[in-house]
């Protein structure tokens, strides 16, 4: 066995077996066939606050929580029947943490190593996405957007994002082919795991020690001074930017009727042969799995009662597109276009397959919450006829050709710049490119002109006075910046920050009364802890045994 662990093929094996996982899971966690994932409000940008910070790359609790969520779907799908009675043996916040630091790591790395990934092959990875493909074709970029918007998702960084975990493939790669395993390390590794602890705690709680009377109006004063660093302003940037802007790239790109047929022809046996297949509509009313009880029950009554109302004959689409909370397909009147086995979650899946065509199901839980499904067709297995996919496939190859353009375009303008012959205005002049200002922005703000560009803000928030940066997916195209300037955070005046300064100093003064309650129970040692404890009334808990892997679920 541990011959089989140094081997470097299988090693290698696990690794793309791995980051297909988070690809397929980044994924499932937005599409989930109706929208189940979370969703982000993108109008403000990126969040200002981060629960980790990986060489200056901030993760978001949006992140880590979409992240939890891919963990959850995962283990999820692999117990199956014992998920919700082995649940609470995991925890998912730090395992979700520990894969998005180690994504973040290797990604540096690649970085570092000048590994990177060209748009073309962004595009191509998304063109053969299932959650874009309808009838086993490309669904077009215009759908293609309205999916990922319909779920609140801002389609630069969605690309950015795929952009990411192929640039971390390559490295995997990389690193499959030279790595070996020693018994030693096997060996470590095997006892950490079969380490367990077992710990008793006092939690003492700030709010258990509140602070009589007010700080008078000096103490706060210097309390601010003394803390002036909690009390900055954000740092904001200057940059110039040119933008490769798809748009007109994407009206220049011509399609002929015989690169279709072509492409009809050469995927006919692979592509368009597809299984038995099913047409449904769905109403859906959102009930996550984890609602309480009398949250669940309230959303069921209201499911029942506009089951009522279509078994009564009003109409199926109508219904939909006033109450269904499914983004991707209430205003299509619920439906969910064809597809066979496999695409959704299995409890849609068997109420489905298990209807005739017209006819309504009884109310079905999932993940999501309650759905209420017409069967609008049938199909048995074979090809899709070729007018069904002309027009898909004909986006499909537009789609291509306008990335291929796009990536031309970026390759040009990179060399150009890493070739530092003329200056970057320089370069976009002879390129016919135009170089505008973002003014004046922080980190979670808008760019100028530009609007919420996540990723752009941070590439920018990276650079170097001077520098400029490499190209950066957007929702418009392909941006360059250069750091133009750098206002650095300064201390806010004392009059807008007073009421805050107040609450800081005041809450400082409460931990300070618990970390001394913590101190004085802390003194008398391991063998005084629990008499010591029950004399002062706290209470002691446990943890309960935990291994490395899983933290205690009380404690986090």
């Avoid at 297909?20 to 109008?43: P, Q």
């Avoid at 570092?112 to 073309?120: V, W």
């Amino acid at each position: 066995m541990l011959d089989l662990m140094r081997k470097a093929n299988t090693l290698k094996w696990f690794v793309r077996v791995v980051i297909i996982s988070v690809v397929l899971a980044f994924v499932i966690s937005i599409f989930m066939i109706w929208g189940g994932a979370g969703t982000r409000n993108t109008a403000s940008g990126a969040s200002a606050t981060w629960v980790a910070r990986v060489n200056g790359q901030d993760i978001t609790p949006f992140e880590l929580e979409r992240q939890r969520l891919n963990v959850e779907n995962q283990y999820r799908q692999v117990l199956g029947d014992q998920f919700e009675q082995q649940a609470a043996a995991f925890d998912f916040d730090q395992l979700a943490l520990r894969q998005l630091l180690g994504q973040a790591l290797a990604y540096s790395e690649a970085n570092r190593l000048g590994l990177s990934t060209a748009p073309s092959e962004v595009a191509d990875t998304i063109v053969h996405m299932s959650a874009f493909q309808r009838n086993g074709a490309f669904i077009g970029r215009e759908q293609y957007i309205q999916e990922l918007r319909g779920r609140s998702f801002d389609v630069g960084e969605f690309e950015a994002q795929i952009a990411r975990e192929l640039t971390v493939d390559k490295l995997r790669d990389l690193v499959g082919t030279m790595v070996s395993v020693t018994d030693a390390d096997v060996e470590k590794a095997f006892n950490e795991e079969g380490q367990s602890a077992e710990v008793d705690y006092v939690l003492f709680k700030q709010s258990d020690y509140p602070v009589t009377g007010e700080p008078s109006a000096k103490e706060i004063e210097a309390w601010y001074r003394d803390h002036r660093a909690a009390y900055l302003t954000p740092e904001k940037r200057r940059a110039a930017y040119l933008l490769i802007d798809r748009d007109p790239l994407q009206k220049s790109v011509q399609v002929s009727d015989t690169e279709i047929r072509d492409s009809y022809e050469k995927d006919k046996e692979t592509t368009y042969r597809n299984p038995e297949q099913r047409r449904a509509s769905h109403i859906l009313l959102k009930a996550p799995a984890e609602a309480k009880p009398e949250e669940a029950d309230a959303v069921r009554k209201k499911a029942e009662a506009l089951l009522a109302r279509a078994r009564g004959g009003e109409d199926f689409a109508k219904l939909a597109r006033e109450n269904s909370e499914d983004p991707g397909s209430a205003s299509e009147g619920g439906d969910l276009q064809w597809f066979g086995k496999g695409r959704m979650v299995p409890e849609f899946e068997q109420a489905v397959f298990s209807l005739s065509d017209g006819q309504i199901s009884d109310i079905v839980r999932t993940p999501f919450g309650f759905h209420i499904i017409k069967m609008t067709g049938s199909r048995p297995a074979g090809v899709t006829p070729f007018e069904e996919v002309r027009e898909q496939i004909r986006q499909t190859l537009a789609f291509k050709k306008a990335q291929e353009l796009l990536s031309k375009k970026s390759d040009e303008v990179a060399t150009r710049l890493s070739q530092q012959s003329s200056s970057f205005e320089a370069t976009a002049t002879e390129l016919g490119l135009t170089v505008k200002d973002t003014g004046w922005f922080g980190k979670g703000d808008p760019i100028g002109d530009l609007g919420p560009m996540p990723q752009a803000a941070e590439e920018i928030f990276r650079l170097k006075s001077g520098d400029h940066s490499g190209p950066i997916p957007t929702p418009r195209g392909i941006l360059f910046a250069r750091l133009v300037d750098v206002q650095q955070p300064q201390a806010a005046p004392f009059d807008g920050v007073k009421d805050r300064v107040k609450a800081d100093l005041v809450k400082d003064r409460s931990l300070e009364k618990a970390r001394a309650a913590a101190r004085e129970l802390a003194a008398a040692g391991a063998d005084g802890f629990k008499a010591a404890a029950d004399r002062k009334k706290l209470e002691v808990k446990s943890t309960g045994e935990f291994t490395r892997a899983a933290a205690p679920a009380d404690l986090g």
